[in-house]
């Protein structure tokens, strides 16, 4: 019971840090949008720019929040914390944890932006449907492992835990 519980914890602590990364996408979207007329020339152009303005700046607030007060807000928010024996984690390993937590997300993006034509209006195509299926499959990976011993991958690749605030 405890395993699901904290998994559910998790789940929910994912589900605000996500939200709250809608909400910024969406803020900058609307500056994008008032600031840029026109659309990147190239699909590439734009997922780097998107990168570099979205996927970047949120792995790197996660590490710097995970690494300082041990908790992004959606872990405080559920009672969690992320440790290492103990201790809040260093920069380097909350950035490689939260590398690893992105890289699903990385991957579906990927396959998204690299759809022949238009995404989402035209068909993908096997490599798009792969990528996909890749993410998908990690995500499912991350479910289960975090489901049976309390960690994922991108927390065994960082040597770093997800706990209850109350567990020392």
């Known amino acids: 019971m405890a395993r699901l519980r904290l998994f559910l914890q998790r789940a929910c602590a994912y589900g605000v840090d996500f939200v709250l990364i809608g909400l910024y996408a969406l803020a900058l979207w609307g500056v994008v949008q008032a600031l840029?007329?026109?659309?990147?020339?190239?699909?590439?152009?734009?997922?780097?720019?998107?990168?570099?303005?979205?996927?970047?700046?949120?792995?790197?607030?996660?590490?710097?929040?995970?690494?300082?007060?041990?908790?992004?807000?959606?872990?405080?928010?559920?009672?969690?914390?992320?440790?290492?024996?103990?201790?809040?984690?260093?920069?380097?390993?909350?950035?490689?944890?939260?590398?690893?937590?992105?890289?699903?997300?990385?991957?579906a993006h990927i396959g998204i932006w690299t759809i022949p034509g238009q995404p989402f209006v035209d068909p993908p195509g096997l490599v798009n449907v792969t990528l996909w299926t890749v993410s998908y499959g990690l995500l499912a990976l991350q479910i289960g492992l975090v489901l049976i011993f309390r960690a994922g991958f991108h927390d065994w690749m960082a040597g770093l835990r997800v706990q209850p605030k109350t567990q020392a």
Do not use: D
């Open 36 to 107: 840029v007329p026109e659309p990147p020339s190239s699909k590439l152009a734009g997922y780097a720019i998107a990168v570099v303005t979205l996927t970047g700046p949120a792995i790197l607030i996660f590490s710097l929040l995970e690494a300082g007060w041990g908790a992004t807000p959606g872990k405080a928010l559920m009672g969690l914390r992320v440790r290492r024996q103990g201790a809040r984690p260093g920069l380097g390993r909350a950035l490689v944890r939260n590398l690893g937590k992105f890289l699903p997300w990385e991957i």
